[in-house]
């Protein structure tokens, strides 16, 4: 069976300071990876997506930035956050069927202060 | 683009009554429907699919129809149980996208004794 693990589950972080939040898909290969970004109580927004190890694209422009740099590992970083990046993250996997159903990790919740 | 319209943001009701959360959506291609389930603190997870027009799909209790002539998906459910509280996405998916979902805004559903 597939399991995505995510972390760290929960961080409290400074404006400014950088930002690392990572997640592993196992018993997949060679899944697309995304990563979602869910303000409290709302939706759900797609940040980038990655089909194949070393490419990555972006969604949508957040002063964001993420790296596949393992088939299974899918990182989202920045080196300055700000207060709007507060809230919930979460990195997903479906198979490379188009279409399919798309596997959410537990998430990541942060709180930039 | 690509679209989805929710247009109840909470819905309260009591328990054994039935349930309506509206979907429609906007796409010049062939569509895939979703309905994904957030309970809280929880990653969101599949509750429905669907690609078929005029086919109803069922999954809990819960069960959507395709209507490709109003562009419809919306979710059902005949009586609502208090387990069923939570945040109801709808989202779309279309070819060539990679399994890029669009989500709409969500439909918070709080189920009262």
């Known amino acids: 069976a597939q399991t995505i693990h995510q972390w760290p589950v929960a961080e409290i972080k400074a404006v400014g300071s950088p930002l690392s939040l990572g997640c592993t898909i196992k018993?997949?290969?060679?899944?697309?990876l995304y990563w979602y970004w869910q303000a409290t109580g709302g939706t759900l927004q797609q940040l980038f997506y990655s089909i194949t190890v070393g490419q990555v694209e972006s969604v949508v422009q957040l002063n964001l930035s993420a790296s596949r740099p393992k088939d299974d590992q899918f990182i989202l970083s920045t080196e300055k956050l700000l207060l709007s990046h507060s809230g919930f993250y979460l990195c997903?996997?479906?198979?490379?069927?188009?279409?399919?159903?798309?596997?959410f990790g537990k998430g990541s919740r942060l709180t930039v202060v | 683009g690509d679209s989805v319209t929710q247009t109840e943001g909470l819905v309260t009701l009591t328990k054994g009554l039935p349930v309506m959360l509206n979907c429609t959506y906007q796409t010049t291609y062939s569509p895939f429907l979703f309905w994904y389930v957030q309970h809280l603190n929880e990653a969101p997870k599949l509750l429905l699919k669907?690609?078929?027009?005029?086919k109803r799909t069922e999954h809990q209790g819960f069960y959507a129809t395709l209507h490709k002539s109003s562009s419809s998906f919306h979710l059902q459910k005949s009586s609502v149980q208090l387990s069923d509280s939570a945040l109801y996405f709808c989202?779309?998916?279309?070819?060539?996208?990679?399994?890029?979902?669009?989500f709409g805004k969500g439909a918070k559903l709080t189920v009262s004794p």
């Open positions: 997903a996997w479906s198979s490379g069927t188009e279409n399919t159903e798309v596997f």
């Open positions: 018993g997949k290969s060679s899944p697309n």
């Open positions: 989202a779309l998916s279309v070819q060539g996208t990679g399994s890029k979902l669009s």
């Open positions: 669907s690609s078929t027009d005029n």
